[in-house]
């Protein structure tokens, strides 16, 4: 599958200002103040939301651009890390236990116990946040015994993690990255208002 982007502005168009070249209508498309994305670039992430193996021509044809400018895009979006694709699998179908776990940070910075977390190969998620918990993780594992030594003995030996709860995953009900909003603008985009 194929899909991609060049930046907004720097286009293969005239750019004259004429409204005529790539350029002007990438510009035109751009939510003010949103430095990455521009609603083109939405619109392909849309595209790839509904089905990650969605080729470039077919997603060109959808949102009426050239499979080429979709591949550019596309290759853009990647480099920045804006986007990935990746092959999702739920852990408790094929026999291995998920959990989330919430922790508590105190007396280190969040961000190198966070950086700890990232290193463990169990740990597939790591999201430094705001509220009760500062850090949350996904973790997976073969069976509640290497759950365990995970929660208990690996957890347990990373300074600064003061209080962790663990959630284990019985049934995923919904997984979707297709929500509302996310044509919005971003909320980088809003700071200036």
């Known amino acids: 599958m194929a899909r991609a982007h060049q930046g907004a502005g720097t286009g293969t168009g005239t ?9 002007d209508s990438v510009e ?4 003010p103040r949103d430095p990455i994305l521009d609603d ?8 790839l939301r509904v089905d990650g193996r969605r080729s470039f021509a077919e997603i ?6 050239s499979e080429p400018t979709i591949r550019q895009r596309y290759n853009r979006l990647v480099s920045l890390g804006v986007i990935y694709v990746a092959g999702m699998y739920d852990e ?4 291995g236990i998920a959990a989330h776990v919430g922790i508590r940070v105190a007396e280190v910075p969040v961000a190198r116990v966070a950086e700890q977390l990232a290193d463990h190969p169990q740990i597939k998620y790591v999201a430094c946040t705001l509220g009760y918990y500062d850090i949350i993780l996904d973790v997976v594992a073969p069976d509640a015994q290497a759950l365990g030594k995970i929660v208990l003995q690996d957890l347990r030996r ?5 209080d962790l709860e663990t959630l284990t995953v019985l049934e995923v009900r919904k997984d979707t990255y297709l929500w509302q909003g996310f044509r919005e603008p971003s909320p980088l985009a809003q700071l200036g208002d």
């Not at 035109?28 to 939510?31: L, T």
């Not at 990373?158 to 003061?162: C, K, L, M, Q, T």
């Open 28 to 31: 035109a498309a751009r939510h």
């Open 92 to 95: 408790t179908k094929i026999g």
């Open 158 to 162: 990373i300074r600064g993690i003061s």
């Open 60 to 65: 060109g044809r959808r949102i009426g651009f």
């Open 40 to 47: 083109v670039d939405r619109e392909i992430i849309d595209q």
């Open 15 to 23: 750019g004259t200002g004429t409204g005529t070249g790539y350029a």
